[in-house]
């Protein structure tokens, strides 16, 4: 069987699979699972095999067919690669379901640690580690998924920002798990965090870093928690001034937060001086008298007359 002819079957069995005819597709793919000659070919077929019946829920029959695919794919590519990364998923996901939690993780973040270790982009490295960070996230290991997430983001963004970062789903768990995390983490598991996202991206703030540390300040904020707020703004307001500029517009909501904040702790001068500088950005970006300008004006004046 010739690699165009090849993908005959495959396409078939995703459109029966699509008609609501899964058994059809299972028979198609065990057909030419049986007379492909070529190796790979041979585990791709049984891999989507195994992905049709973990998609049916029965996973003690795909996991049968992911482990082959699997020891066949892991040979043939990369592990980083985003075909194998798909199988090793999926069958991540039937030893979860089989009650083998524990299995399904080291498998994960065995494949995701080397991934990483890479220093490479790589799209199915970090589908490998979100997953992991997914399960992590259900064994209420926060902080170990936020780990792998970071490394996820990174191999997802090529170890740079990137304009869409929000529709990335690593990135998009990340702010929200950490800004849920922050509210009960401490001060050295912070710091660890940020020192270890600071390893994987060198120089280059990440959005997603960025914004999960405004969104956790803005949150403790609300707790009344003003001196762990003023942690995650602080290391918020580096990243995007880098990122956005001194005039940017977030560096300016982050250095209005950071005064605000600094306002209830008391410490008006530190205050004045961000807030002067939200001031500066506000007045060249909205039309003047506008509620951008005029609440930024408000805490201003509120801090200059003590």
């Known amino acids: 069987m010739t690699s165009e002819r090849s993908w005959i079957p495959m396409r078939l069995a995703e459109s029966l699979e699509a008609d609501g005819d899964p058994s059809k597709a299972h028979q198609i793919l065990e057909r030419a699972a049986k007379i492909a000659t070529d190796k790979l070919w041979k585990a791709r077929f049984e891999a989507q095999r195994g992905r049709l019946l973990v998609e049916n829920k029965q996973h003690e029959e795909a996991k049968q067919y992911l482990e082959l695919a699997f020891t066949i794919l892991y040979d043939e590519l990369e592990p980083c690669d985003p075909e194998a990364s798909l199988t090793i998923v999926k069958l991540a996901e039937s030893l979860d379901e089989l009650g083998q939690a524990d299995d399904a993780l080291s498998l994960l973040d065995t494949i995701c640690l080397n991934c990483a270790n890479l220093g490479q982009p790589s799209t199915g490295g ?181």
């Open 126 to 306: 970090a589908f490998i580690c979100k997953a992991a960070a997914e399960l992590m996230i259900e064994q209420d290991r926060i902080e170990d998924a936020l780990l792998r997430l970071i490394q996820a983001i990174a191999m997802d963004t090529g170890f740079a920002p990137v304009p869409n970062w929000i529709h990335d789903p690593p990135a998009r768990i990340f702010v929200e798990v950490y800004s849920e995390y922050a509210l009960t983490a401490d001060a050295d598991s912070i710091i660890k965090l940020g020192k270890f996202a600071r390893e994987v991206f060198g120089a280059n703030p990440n959005r997603a870093i960025v914004m999960a540390h405004h969104q956790a300040g803005l949150r403790l904020n609300e707790t009344g928690r003003y001196a762990d707020a003023l942690i995650h703004l602080e290391f918020a307001l580096t990243g995007a001034e880098q990122l956005y500029g001194h005039d940017g517009l977030n560096t300016a909501a982050t250095h209005q937060q950071l005064g605000e904040t600094l306002l209830h702790l008391g410490r008006a001068e530190d205050a004045i001086e961000h807030l002067e500088q939200a001031l500066s950005v506000a007045e060249l970006v909205f039309e003047p008298g506008s509620k951008e300008i005029e609440r930024t004006r408000h805490l201003l004046n509120g801090a200059r007359s003590g």
